[in-house]
């Protein structure tokens, strides 16, 4: 079973302030790892994902995040905050299967 | 290219009426799923489709909400009788297929049974 924990759930940040997001997972295989992020009133939109290789994974948008397989996580980060970052991100996992178990999510604000 | 479609966008039904939801998936891929969208359950995956069988509806959650896929580039959610408590927005998502693939979503269908 896989199983994506979001700690969490609203995270400030100030404009130009580092964006963390934190995202640990559970899978009983190699896990494949998404980011995904929803604008209000929108579908999700991938941001980034890692499958394998490198485990610096950079997306749109100026994000990024690590694989660290032994604190089983997968922060999601940006150095400096935008207005438009404000938004619902969504961390997921896919094990051995083709579909995408996501996380509860964390509603960024971001503060001028 | 056209991404997932969904129809229709906004739905306002009475309790007990029929609801159908309608998807179409970027073509060339041969993943579909559909999940649901609720403040207090977040996100649910529904039922997925793989070259149009359905290969895993255990998150459906009762017998009133059925899904088909006729063919490569259609899909219905149907709920029937409808309920207050499935207002919620029902996400369409079409995929390549193999696992890591990028899961594209369309807009949404977003849905209020009174």
């Known amino acids: 079973a896989q199983s994506v924990t979001q700690l969490g759930s609203h995270v400030s940040v100030s404009e130009g302030a580092l964006v963390l997001l934190r995202c640990n997972y559970s899978?009983?295989?190699?896990?494949?790892l998404f980011w995904y992020v929803q604008y209000p009133n929108q579908g999700l939109q991938l941001l980034l994902k890692y499958t394998t290789g490198a485990t610096l994974v950079k997306g749109i948008n100026g994000f990024e995040a690590e694989f660290k397989k032994s604190e089983t996580s997968f922060h999601l980060t940006k150095p400096s905050a935008h207005m438009s970052d404000a938004a619902e991100y969504f961390c997921?996992?896919?094990?051995?299967?083709?579909?995408?178990?996501f996380g509860s999510g964390t509603q960024l604000t971001v503060l001028p | 290219d056209a991404g997932v479609i969904q129809s229709p966008r906004h739905e306002v039904t009475e309790m007990g009426q029929e609801v159908t939801l309608r998807c179409k998936p970027i073509s060339g891929h041969n993943s579909l799923f559909w999940y649901r969208q609720t403040m207090m359950r977040g996100l649910e995956l529904l039922i997925y489709f793989n070259n149009n069988v359905p290969i895993d509806d255990s998150g459906m959650p009762e017998d009133r909400f059925s899904a088909k896929m006729p063919n490569a580039s259609f899909s219905t959610l149907k709920i029937q009788p409808s309920e207050p408590r499935d207002s919620a927005v029902y996400f369409c998502a079409s995929s390549p297929g193999t696992r890591g693939n990028t899961i594209y979503f369309g807009e949404g269908s977003w849905l209020t049974v009174v």
């Open positions: 899978s009983s295989v190699p896990p494949y």
């Open positions: 997921a996992v896919s094990d051995s299967a083709r579909q995408l178990t």
